[in-house]
């Protein structure tokens, strides 16, 4: 055995590593599917406390209607989104796949759902502004519906990235309790 100063030990020129234990892929596709459904947890949470900014100041009336229009109808039950990104962040210190399950479910029912909604409810008027020129809303002097749709799109894609980490996550654990039960 080789000390922090001494030689090598003797009959190994260093390349006798793969004995050695290494963590199972299942436990490091985990903490990796962690880290990047954290990223877009937060990346979630700065979408929504810009959303409920804008909301608050339409309907406080903190600026005129010219700078910030009143919000559409989808943007209420949106603001429930948030409890399916912190239920997912509660599932993972534990490893629990309920409250994974239950994230997924609700993401479905409280942000897919409403987005749909809503892209749905502004498109007659992103229609009447590309045909006609004409915009009703504004926010800080650009047409509302636009600025809405590309949060909209945004916000799509942080969801089914989120859930596809999601699942891939929920799969690698389910793998590690097979794996598990087998022994």
Same mark, same amino acid.
């Given at each position: 055995? #080789?000390? @922090?100063?001494?030689? $090598? ?10 004995? $050695?234990? $290494?963590?199972?892929?299942? &436990? ?8 990047? /459904?954290?990223? =877009?947890? !937060?990346?979630?949470? *700065?979408?929504?406390? =810009? =959303? %409920?900014?804008?909301?608050?100041v339409g309907h406080l009336r903190l600026l005129s209607h010219d700078q910030v229009a ?5 943007? !209420?039950?949106?603001?429930?989104? /948030?409890?399916?990104? =912190? ?6 210190? @534990? ?16 942000? /897919?759902?409403?987005? /749909? ?7 007659? #008027?992103?229609q009447q502004l590309y045909r006609h020129g004409k915009a009703y809303r504004f926010l ?8 809405? &749709?590309?949060?909209? %799109?945004?916000? *799509?894609?942080?969801? #089914?990235?989120?859930?596809? !980490? ?15 039960? @087998?022994?």
């Amino acid at each position: 055995m #080789a000390s @922090r100063a001494g030689p $090598r030990a003797a009959g190994t020129d260093g390349s006798d590593f793969q004995h $050695r234990e $290494r963590v199972a892929k299942h &436990y490091q596709m985990s903490v990796t599917l962690k880290y990047e /459904i954290k990223k =877009l947890t !937060y990346v979630h949470l *700065v979408i929504w406390l =810009l =959303l %409920v900014a804008k909301m608050s100041v339409g309907h406080l009336r903190l600026l005129s209607h010219d700078q910030v229009a009143m919000p559409y109808q989808w943007e !209420y039950p949106y603001l429930l989104s /948030i409890v399916p990104s =912190l239920l997912g962040l509660l599932s993972f210190p @534990r490893n629990n796949i309920s409250y994974l399950v239950l994230s997924m479910i609700s993401m479905g029912l409280f942000s /897919i759902a409403p987005l /749909i909604y809503g892209s749905m409810e502004m498109f007659p #008027a992103a229609q009447q502004l590309y045909r006609h020129g004409k915009a009703y809303r504004f926010l800080f002097g650009f047409s509302a519906v636009s600025v809405m &749709y590309l949060v909209l %799109v945004l916000v *799509v894609q942080v969801h #089914a990235w989120q859930l596809y !980490y999601s699942k891939k996550l929920l799969d690698s654990w389910f793998t590690s309790t097979q794996e598990k039960k @087998r022994k």
